[in-house]
């Protein structure tokens, strides 16, 4: 077997063997609501972060905007399920089209943005990323769609100019968002969306196409003069990542009943966290990412037994991950030890 | 390397595992009334989160004192949210977990529209101190004890017409905020009928909450007397030093998020002198349950209680007197408990800090009289 198949094939196996072993802890009735509750964030966390990965650490260019393209993805999602919910009652293929859309939105303003921001060196993606979380936060707070028995009425700014009758409802409200979604999100489906982006996103890296990438990202000069179309691969890599994180944002659009685009939950702060998943669980491996999410999501929920304490603690946890993950003299002492392990294995052996 | 990392990935997993079952919940009849709260008790709504709880709490320490709810004492369990839907189900999760019968929360709307889906489902009785959109009590299970955002601008409007505190009025809101926007449009739609003219609407957002002078000239320019400002407090000092440094001094005139100003930090509390919020609650108020509330609340907590921690304290009350009309006991079901309680909401009428005779429609949204209150001195007064 190639070592990249192996490697895929641990990935996938790693993340079935969680759902199942999840599941059967589920059917045993040992799983606490607050943890099943959490279930559903942890993949749409997991989602993004290999998403953005593929930015980072792939393509190494910077993306501080994910929570931009989550938005996108839960919004485009969750208006697509509440226009057909009237029309359509199976709830799998509600979401499936929801998704559809979502993923699509997401990758076409991945598109828009890459056309003139990956032709540039440097660090302009971060920029313009960053800007277009903010932006598209705010576009969102200011649309107005409603329904009444006329049809749809829409109004950008101003919500005044949509006078309602007697049946009307709103479908999406300015700052006060989408409400009433259904919550169709569930574990399985986490789950199933994390395995085909893995296998997606590691038949990506592993191709012509994932080294022609990863080339870029080691010598730009290089790749271009074997002829790689630079901004081809970088705006394939990027789209396919922005895409991604839409996929997450249609999951948590139908995970919580209602969707608002705040600060806290599709500001740049998110875009960080993202970021943070990356960095956490070492750019350029999905398995990581997928680890690094489901910790930083489930450890504040742990530590609600502390109160107060847990944003410190939160804190200095993060921080001594991050450090023993990634320190040069932590790992220069992992290494040691690990030496000395095998060497009291090969002890052993002659003994 | 790589045994190391083997090692560390199985760690991990077990770990999780063990979190996981760690806190798998007892359930079944207990011989206490669980009530959980929701609120923010860190983040930038804090004030709002811990106002409510502790409110909540000195009624439960109340009611177990006198002998608890049907002779059941109370337990009370406070989680944060820190105003977030997210959070705001988990913290709900959590206190499933613990076996909350009865829900005091969630103390800000948007995590109150997430979370109200949830104890629909699970028949968890829930009565909210001040989540105030209209869509928050859509399930039957679900009440509020404080007014609609609705209600609170139409009622402010009606008030500065009949009061005549002004003929030219401005409007800031919040455009990026639910809450804000909810009650400028009411404020809009009512003051069509009212004796004033709105001369200045103007909108900020969230990123941009710091800076005011735009805002506050055109008011100026426009010769407003009055300033309706529906948003939170925090943004309000803002204003309320900005418009003194620029030297315009209109009424300004807030609703229930204006309350709590004076405990702002670093704000001079001399700039909130007669400012106008429309609250059901002062904390001067004569009466002796207003009193009473106010000097423990002083003592436990040491600061005057904001309109909040009356509705925490009421939200306990009502859930005591709804138990007690239905004559229920704790060991009962969520299920036979929601139900039962969600009946007797309607029949109910109860006296607290935030309103005499407050009663209840199906539909789960309060009815009382709606009261205004001048800051003097450095303390909110009545205004009669």
Known sequence: MKKTTKQTLITLGMVLACYAVVEILMALGLVSSLMKGVLVPVCIYSLCAIGLNI???????????????M??????????????????????????????????????????????????????????????????????????????????????????????????????????????????SNFTIGIVLILIVLVISYNLVNSRTGRAIMSIRDNRIAAESIGINVTKYKMLAFVISAAIAGAGGVLYAHNLSTITATPTNFGYNMSIMILVFVVLGGMGSFRGSIIAAALLTLLPEMLRGLSDYRMLIYSIVLIAMMLFNWAPKSREWRDMMVEKFKEKRLKKEVD | MKVMKKVLAVALMAAMVVSMTACGGAKGGSSTWKIGGIGPLTGGAALYGNAALNGAQIA??????????????????AEDDQ????????????????????LCGTVTTTPCLAVAELSAEDNIFEVTP??????????????????TDPNQGSASAKYIGEKKLASKVAVIYNSSDSYSQGVEETFVKEAANQSFEIVVETAFTDDSKTDFSTQLQQCQDAGAELVFCPFYYEVAAVILTQADQMGYKPIFFGVDGMDGILGVENFDTKLAEGV??????????????????????????GETPIQFAADGYDVIYVIKAAAEKANLKPDQTNEELCKALSQAMTQVSVDGLTGNGMTWAASGEVSK??????????????VE
């Not at chain 1, 930015?55 to 393209?69: D, I, K, P, T």
């Not at chain 1, 559809?100 to 890459?114: D, P």
């Not at chain 1, 936060?137 to 329904?147: C, D, E, L, P, V």
């Not at chain 2, 009289?369 to 009545?382: F, N, W």
């Open chain 1, 55 to 69: 930015c980072v650490g792939y393509l190494g260019e910077l993306s501080l905007g994910h929570a931009g393209f």
């Open chain 2, 60 to 77: 439960v320490d109340e009611i177990n004192e006198a002998g608890g709810i049907n002779g059941y004492k109370i337990e009370f369990k």
């Open chain 1, 71 to 184: 938005c996108v993805g839960a919004f485009s999602g969750a208006l697509c399920t509440k226009f057909l919910e009237g029309f359509i009652h199976n709830k799998a293929i509600l979401f499936i089209i929801a998704l559809f859309v979502g993923v699509c939105m997401a990758a076409l303003f991945g598109f828009l943005i890459g056309i003139p921001v990956l032709r540039l060196n440097g660090d302009y993606l971060a920029i313009v990323t960053l800007a277009f979380g903010e932006i598209i936060k705010n576009i969102i707070n200011n649309i107005y769609i409603a329904k009444d028995g006329s049809g749809y009425r829409f109004a950008f700014i101003n919500s005044k100019t949509i006078e309602l009758g007697e049946e009307g409802t709103w479908i999406l409200n300015g700052p006060q968002g989408i409400s009433k979604i259904p919550r169709i």
């Open chain 2, 369 to 382: 009289a709606p009261m205004a209150v001048i800051i003097k001195d450095g303390v909110y007064v009545s």
């Open chain 2, 276 to 301: 106008y919020l429309l609250t059901p609650f002062a904390a001067d108020a004569t009466d002796e349950r207003t009193q009473k509330f106010v000097k423990t609340y002083q003592d436990k907590y």
């Open chain 2, 83 to 102: 105003h977030d839907a997210e959070k705001s189900v988990n913290a709900y999760n959590s206190l499933k977990d613990w076996g909350m019968q009865a």
């Open chain 2, 130 to 147: 001040s989540a105030s959109n209209p869509d928050v009590v859509s399930h039957d299970n679900c009440f509020q004890v404080c007014f």
